[in-house]
């Protein structure tokens, strides 16, 4: 997990403090973290990714808002000076919620170069069926989510509502035919929307040449970041929801052991 994330004071300013340089547009699951890190690597900073919602109750209000407006029709339409103040500390985008934004930050940022982590559709389906469906039907999460309402509990609902909206609301039971037909519109979207000296398709696994060249940068001397696989995903959930029954354990143990303690010394 990147450890740079921007500090509050970023969201809500009215200016862009740096250009928006990449937009990475295709689905979760498709090497998005991995990406997400390339960039930074190749100094576009700060490379916006899921992570930072979920770290950021105040984003994550944002991005709601701009969900409202664009699913819902609550609210104004974000169009580029709300694009600013919520994404104006990034260089670049990827992975859930902006992809929701394909058209509009296609159309807010037309100077952007845009690219498409793809992978094939059977693979996606079988990564994402088992990092976040399987999430989704986790007792352990859901048990953590309501055990821990403020922040587990809103990033599972946060990231279970943007899913929905590209799979339908039939998550966390999403068919794979219908994915596999949604994933397929969207990225047949992208490539209708960006001309092709702007669009790079792109496979993870391919390494810095084809990424590097598209973009204009000199290949780092580093292996290209590669995380966020399926078991290193269900590690981190397991992780966060065993610190949070640590936590609720606590709460309850520590006052009833305080309180036998206090009998005890009565007693003596």
């Avoid at 169009?79 to 159309?107: K, M, N, Y």
Wanted: charged share 25%; net charge positive.
């Amino acid at each position: 997990m990147a450890s740079n994330s921007p500090s509050m004071k970023h969201f809500g300013s009215v200016e862009r403090t740096v250009p928006m340089k990449v937009l990475v547009l295709g689905y979760f699951r498709t090497g998005t973290a991995s990406m997400r890190d390339a960039l930074e690597m190749l100094g576009y900073k700060h490379t916006h990714h899921m992570e930072d919602v979920l770290r950021n109750p105040l984003e994550a209000e944002m991005w709601t808002r701009a969900i409202d407006a664009k699913f819902s029709g609550k609210g104004k339409p974000y169009g580029r000076p709300e694009w600013d103040r919520l994404l104006g500390h990034c260089q670049a985008v990827t992975c859930v919620p902006a992809i929701l934004f394909s058209e509009d930050l296609i159309a807010a940022y037309p100077e952007a170069k845009v690219i498409l982590t793809t992978r094939d559709p059977s693979a996606w389906w079988k990564s994402y069926d088992a990092a976040l469906q399987g999430m989704w039907r986790s007792k352990r999460a859901r048990i953590a989510a309501r055990l821990d309402p403020s922040h587990f509990g809103k990033a599972f609902t946060f990231a279970k509502g943007s899913v929905s909206l590209f799979l339908g609301p039939t998550v966390p039971v999403a068919e794979e035919e219908e994915s596999k037909e949604r994933f397929a519109e969207h990225y047949d979207r992208v490539r209708r929307l960006v001309p092709r000296d702007r669009l790079l398709e792109y496979e993870v696994g391919e390494g810095w040449e084809t990424l590097c060249a598209f973009l204009g940068q000199t290949v780092p001397n580093a292996e290209f970041p590669r995380i966020n696989d399926t078991k290193g995903w269900r590690g981190m959930i397991n992780l966060w929801a065993g610190m949070i029954f640590l936590r609720s354990a606590l709460k309850i143990t520590l006052p009833v052991l305080l309180l036998v303690y206090y009998f005890l010394w009565l007693r003596r």
